[in-house]
Antibody, heavy 118, light 110 residues
């Protein structure tokens, strides 16, 4: 059973918006801090954003601050990433990942691909 | 939020050991004992191999070990096996609820 399944990726024009979802199963989602991490195919991992277990605290990488919003619905066991004002450099495979605390990401999804291009 | 520095590649023969470094600053690696290491095979999601500098999650072979000195963390893979060939990334807590990843190291088993 895959603990995290991302969806919502696709092709979007520069300046456009996209909302990613991450459905969790097999673990107590509401107890986990959740992160978004992205990876340009063939390149390295880059941390994007983090939200605490009850959604009251969020943080973002400087490169997405003010454009991306992370949120969660613990009743639906789902994590979200609202991406606005998208740029070509946001093109990447977006992973959601979870941790009970600290910085050890124990659960990962398989990723959803976002392509920003005209 | 600059990426942590890792060597692009490392290699070893089966049975040998390989050590990968991960260099940051006093604001990340050197400032916290929250360094993790991830293994990523082609086309797959990353897998946690080491957390909090030296700890191994359940199921990770004890051939994998971590350490830290100052602003540099290290991952050692002993008794290299063919299935260890993968990309490895370090990460560290960087304060203000932020994380930072390393640039990644491709490990080749000769």
């Amino acid at each position: 059973e895959v603990p995290l399944v991302e969806s919502g990726g696709g092709l979007v024009q520069p300046g456009g918006s996209l909302r990613l979802s991450c459905a969790a199963s097999g673990f107590t989602f509401s107890s986990y801090y959740m992160h978004w991490v992205r990876q340009v195919p063939g390149k390295g991992l880059v941390w994007v954003s983090r939200i605490n277990s009850d959604g009251s605290s969020t943080s973002y990488a400087d490169s997405v601050k003010g454009r991306f919003t992370i949120s969660r619905d613990n009743a639906e066991n789902t994590l979200y990433l609202q991406m606005n004002s998208l740029r070509a450099e946001d093109t990447a495979l977006y992973y959601c990942a979870g941790t009970r605390g600290g910085s050890n990401l124990v659960y990962w999804g398989q990723g959803t691909l976002v392509t920003v291009s005209s | 939020q600059s990426a942590l520095t890792q060597p692009p590649s490392a290699s070893g023969s089966p049975g040998q050991s390989v050590t990968i470094s991960c260099t940051g600053t006093s604001s990340d690696v050197g400032g916290y004992n929250y360094v993790s290491w991830y293994q990523q095979h082609p086309g797959k999601a990353p897998k946690l191999m080491i957390y909090e500098v030296t700890k191994r999650p359940s199921g990770v072979p004890d051939r994998f070990s971590g350490s830290k000195s100052g602003n540099t963390a290290s991952l050692t893979v002993s008794g290299l096996q063919a299935e260890d060939e993968a990309d490895y990334y370090c990460s560290s807590y960087a304060g203000s609820n932020n994380l930072v990843f390393g640039t990644g190291t491709k490990v080749t088993v000769l």
